[in-house]
């Protein structure tokens, strides 16, 4: 358990579980070598690469490693990876230049605000993401048996730029990201 100040003078925390602070976020090519596996126990289903946290205010996002889970308690400390905050999306042209595509390949592409062409294929790939608010989670891993394969779609397609880290969040039925999140200084 743990809480911080986000740059915009609120206090996060995750005393309460679930939260609507935490995210577990997996690259598509980790969650596809998870989900080789049909049944894992809810404990030992392998943690992401990142606790990201989010501010409910100001929408920052906070990137911190994983602390180490010992199956009773986490052990570790927090440290702070990687911070982003929310581009202001009307005066970014990027909303209409990391407009999803089709190319003549079938492969779904955009290109980011940087110039970087990226693609959700092939599949499994790490620019995908597949994104779940704790709540979500809390309703999906159980400590019993669990198949990923049995998880639904997470509510938004999550795309992130491997060139500058942009993060854009999709609708899935629409081309135009609804939200893109740049790194912070
Ligand atoms: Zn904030
Ligand atoms: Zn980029």
């Known amino acids: 358990m743990a809480k911080v100040w986000c740059t915009c003078g609120e206090v996060l925390s995750n005393i309460c579980i679930p939260n609507d602070v935490q995210f577990w976020v997996y690259t598509s090519k980790m969650w596809n070598h998870i989900s080789l596996n049909v049944a894992i126990e809810g404990w030992l289903f392998p943690s992401p ?15 911190y490693n994983m602390p180490i889970d010992t199956g009773t308690e986490w052990t570790g400390s927090w440290e702070l990876k990687k911070k982003y905050v929310v581009e202001n999306i ?33 599949f ?18 159980t ?4 198949n990923p394969n049995h998880f639904p779609l997470p509510s938004h397609d999550v795309w992130r730029c491997p060139k500058c880290e ?8 629409s081309k135009i990201p609804i939200k893109v999140y740049r790194l912070e200084d």
């Open 49 to 63: 690469v990142y606790d990201v946290w989010r501010c409910n205010t100001c929408d920052r996002l906070y990137a």
């Open 90 to 122: 009307k005066s970014l042209s990027a909303t209409i230049s990391m407009a999803k595509f089709t190319d003549v390949d079938g492969a779904e592409k955009a290109v980011c605000s940087c110039g970087k062409l990226v693609s959700s294929s092939p």
């Open 124 to 141: 499994p790939n790490d620019i995908q993401l597949r994104v779940y608010t704790d709540f979500e989670w809390d309703t999906m891993l």
């Open 143 to 146: 400590p019993d048996i669990v």
């Open 166 to 173: 942009n993060i854009y969040v999709y609708e899935w039925d």
